[in-house]
T-cell receptor, first 115, second 116 residues
Framework: AQSVAQPEDQVNVAEGNPLTVKCTYS??????LFWYVQYPNRGLQFLLK??????LVKGSYGFEAEFNKSQTSFHLKKPSALVSDSALYFC?????????????FGTGTRLQVTL | GAVVSQHPSWVICKSGTSVKIECRSL??????MFWYRQFPKQSLMLMAT?????????EQGVEKDKFLINHASLTLSTLTVTSAHPEDSSFYIC????????????FGNGTRLTVT
């Protein structure tokens, strides 16, 4: 079975400071990894994904994520946070080598960026 | 980018009535769509996988007779909540993926259902 853990319910950061939202995963095969963002009363927006290749993946709105196979992590990062980045962030995983096409989501981390 | 349209964005209905939610992929064909339910301050729970031209695949614990799914075309899937009860009140989100298996899921904006 595949699973995702987001250990922080909320992350607080001041505008202009770097941010990190943590994610660890567990799959039996090779992972597809995704980050999504959700604004209030809206669906999820795709930020970035990792399938193969460079461990540092760049995505939308200046976000990036680093895949670390040994630590089974895929932390989301941004060098300089904006107040408008405040939202709910979900990490998700899909087993690349399995036949199932379902995504498994983490419980979400609320990012609060303040002035 | 790919767009998924979900309608309505919110609905209020009385107990015992049925509500239909539509999910459309606007600029691509989606042989598979997914329906999720999200409780307050919780993650997304996959309810079912909607397959074009065939029966939906429901997750364990989801009542297929209560949550009817129809995927009549490559661009439209519907979720009907039958005989709704207050405990069905939730945020329902659909998603679709292009046929390329490497593609991410694209989500609709969700439907806030309130059953009174």
């Amino acid at each position: 079975a595949q699973s995702v853990a987001q250990p922080e319910d909320q992350v607080n950061v001041a505008e202009g400071n770097p941010l990190t939202v943590k994610c660890t995963y567990s799959v039996s095969g090779n992972p597809y990894l995704f980050w999504y963002v959700q604004y209030p009363n809206r669906g999820l927006q795709f930020l970035l994904k990792y399938i193969t290749g460079d461990n540092l993946v760049k995505g939308s709105y200046g976000f990036e994520a680093e895949f670390n196979k040994s630590q089974t992590s895929f932390h989301l990062k941004k060098p300089s946070a904006l107040v408008s980045d405040s939202a709910l962030y979900f990490c998700a995983v899909r087993d690349l080598t399995g036949t199932a096409s379902k995504l498994t989501f983490g419980t979400g981390t609320r990012l609060q960026v303040t002035l | 980018g790919a767009v998924v349209s979900q309608h309505p964005s919110w609905v209020i209905c009385k107990s015992g009535t049925s509500v239909k939610i539509e999910c459309r992929s606007l600029d691509f064909q989606a042989t598979t769509m997914f329906w999720y339910r999200q409780f307050p301050k919780q993650s997304l729970m996959l309810m079912a996988t909607s397959n074009e031209g065939s029966k939906a695949t429901y997750e364990q614990g989801v009542e297929k007779d209560k949550f009817l799914i129809n995927h009549a075309s490559l661009t439209l899937s519907t979720l009907t909540v039958t005989s709704a009860h207050p405990e069905d009140s939730s945020f329902y989100i659909c998603s679709a993926r292009r046929q390329n298996k490497d593609s991410p899921l694209h989500f609709g904006n969700g439907t806030r259902l309130t059953v009174t």
